[in-house]
């Protein structure tokens, strides 16, 4: 989305889906989150969300996103945030808020989804999910058929071959 703001009249305004809202009620999470550490993040974007506001929740969520730790405190210098926040990593009272943000998302096009999820123009749709992410002007045609895909009467769904598997 932040490429396609660069070529397109379009504004992200963030908001938070928890994978853990999402599947905790499942029996086996689809994550592999057994010790419900994808919370972690979550509780931190809440805790930005909370005190600064959607613009800030997609500095840190982009700055973290760059990151292959778990460095909460880094990522949100990075992001010219307050480190301290990393704390609320473990503050399960910024779960009930998350499971809100999430409900909120869900609700725009059901729960047999995941993230991300994406309403512009009156439709909302889930996707697109992307082993590669497209620059310039390739970001907007990506958006600009998303937007005339989703926003055909009777559209559900659309998926391509599986990604190839990136062996490091």
Same mark, same amino acid.
């Given at each position: ?52 506001? @959607? ?10 996103? @760059? ?91 659309? @998926? ?9």
């Amino acid at each position: 989305m932040l490429e396609v703001t660069q070529v397109r009249p379009v504004t992200v305004r963030w908001q938070i889906l928890s994978l853990s809202a999402l599947n905790e009620h499942l029996d086996e999470d689809p994550e592999g989150d057994t010790e419900g550490y994808l919370w972690f993040p979550a509780r931190v974007c809440a805790a930005v969300e909370r005190r600064y506001g @959607k613009a800030a929740l997609g500095e840190f969520y982009s700055m973290y996103g @760059k990151r292959d730790d778990w460095d909460f405190a880094a990522a949100l210098k990075e992001a010219g945030l307050a480190p301290e926040l990393a704390e609320a990593a473990t503050d399960e009272d910024l779960d009930d808020e998350l499971r809100a943000s999430t409900a909120r998302g869900i609700a725009m096009v059901g729960g047999h989804i995941g993230t991300p999820i994406v309403a512009a123009g009156g439709i909302a749709f889930f996707g697109p999910v992307i082993s590669q992410v497209p620059r310039g002007e390739h970001a907007g045609l990506l958006w600009d058929g998303l937007l005339v895909v989703a926003g055909t009467p009777g559209f559900h769904e659309l @998926k391509g071959p599986p990604a190839p598997e990136i062996v490091s």
